[in-house]
């Protein structure tokens, strides 16, 4: 029956028991992997080698952004996925997410924006190729699209024609139902494992100590720890919640908002947050960390610049300002611009023109501006390191991400969403993290925020053998006295005279047994390190050195 999917000539009766075993095959993918991204691939794979469906490709809503992401697609490389995103109405796939409705084109080679799919396809070899394009539907929503192509035997029979369009488009909207109800699936059981976790007994006593009045456990499990649907930070705490208000409130207007905070703290996950809420959420967000390249690029990285401006520009190149044109640019550690440069910013602020580097080009832009530091730029600007003016226009709408350390009640989220995070990325299944464990994540003072509380996680799922996370899974530096039982036996009179001792028979090794000159050494009289050796009992006459 393999073969049947792939005919023009198939009865009805043989296409829809093909199509009912090949349905059959791929929900039995879905349930061999975890990860829904991890059985995109295989479902590819059957479309092209069991239905003739070649070139498929799935899309998905990336909520962060507002784009649609190349999930997985046949002929493009792993770099090309990443970057690949469709606009709400940009090309097929676009206008399909738009409209909610399929799409069948049934000459690819007029298609022109097709051709450079794969290097190796040519008008030639898209000659009589068929593209669909249909909505993955969840619920009332979409959340992505399913796309592929197929080559049809041009037959004198155009009704034949039309009925093989008709089944393949039949059958690629099944497969669309397939993965929305397969991510749906998967939304709910990693509900379900987070709430099953929050009903142990440490945790669910944590959990219930750290809700706020009139709200339980329960509630923040359905969240999925999040502070509203569709949001990418963890936390349920007054803290996250005053600085979440704040960010709602700003995120609609273009105002200029400056994210302080340590380092670790989710300052560039606030960043996403104010541009999907933006009207901006559209168009594009443009990032750029600071002090992650050097004094000499930095202007041209932001600026732009024009073809032979300096050594090595062969060609003309837009800055990420114009590249966020109608968009967000996003500065991260702003603090750690030179003055030459926090000149030409505070110039696109004001004005909102810039040149490119080379140029007498006057360009104008229209851009959101959300800048983050870890710095404290009033005490910058003071020490003159920061121009004030540039202080003033960039804390137009300041905000203060709290450390990890003052929203203690959202420990234990974060730990249980990376723990889920890791765990799936390596394969593992971890049921619970215990007790003590929790215990040691909550007592300490985490200084690197929450990028070291997810590196510790990573740690312990990769050292977890017994599907738990025990506190000597976590690292060192969170252990604690008690936890190693290693907790002081001694009083501190004992511990300063077992000290002072010590310092007086290596005063006397080094004078070789001159009281004398051991009492000097240790800022002492003779009288005082001649009442102390008879206390301990020190042999002083055993660090003479033998006479020649």
Known sequence: MNGVLRSEEASDEEWERAEL???????????????????????????????????????????????????????????????????????????????????????????????????????????????????????????????????????????????????????LEKVSAIIADSAKLRERILEEQFRLRCTGDAQEERLQERCLPGQTPGLHAQAGGRIAAGSAIMGTGKAMREVYQMLTQVAPSDATVLITGESGTGKELVALELHRLSKRSGAALVKINCSALPESIIESELFGHEKGAFTGATSQRKGRFELAHQGTIFLDEIGELSPQIQVKLLRVLQERELERVGGTLTIKVDVRLIAATNRNLEAAVKEGRFREDLYYRLNVFPLQVPPLRERKSDIVLLADHFTEKYAAKYGKLIKRISTPALDLLTSYSWPGNVRELENCIERAVILSDDRVIHSYNLPPSLQSAVSTKTEPITTLEAALSRLEKELIVEALKISEGNMAAAARRLGITDRQMGLRVRHYGIGWRLYRSPKR
């Open 21 to 171: 075993e090949l349905l059959f095959d791929i929900a039995r993918t879905f349930d061999k992997y975890v990860e829904l991204r991890s059985a995109l691939g295989p479902l590819l794979s059957l479309l092209e080698i069991r239905a003739g469906l070649t070139w498929g490709m799935v899309t998905l809503l990336d909520r962060s952004t507002g784009l649609l992401k190349i999930e997985e697609a046949y002929g493009l490389s792993p770099e090309a996925k990443e970057r690949g995103r469709y606009r709400l109405g940009e090309g097929l796939v676009g206008r399909v997410f738009e409209s909610g409705q399929a799409i069948m084109v049934q000459d690819l080679s007029k298609e022109s924006r097709f051709l450079n799919r794969a290097k190796n396809r040519t008008q030639a070899d898209m000659e009589g190729l068929t593209y669909y394009c249909v909505p993955i539907r969840s619920g009332d929503g979409l959340m992505g699209t399913l796309s592929a192509e197929r080559h049809i035997q041009r037959t004198p029979c155009h009704e034949a024609l039309e009925v093989q369009m008709l089944r393949d488009r039949g059958l």
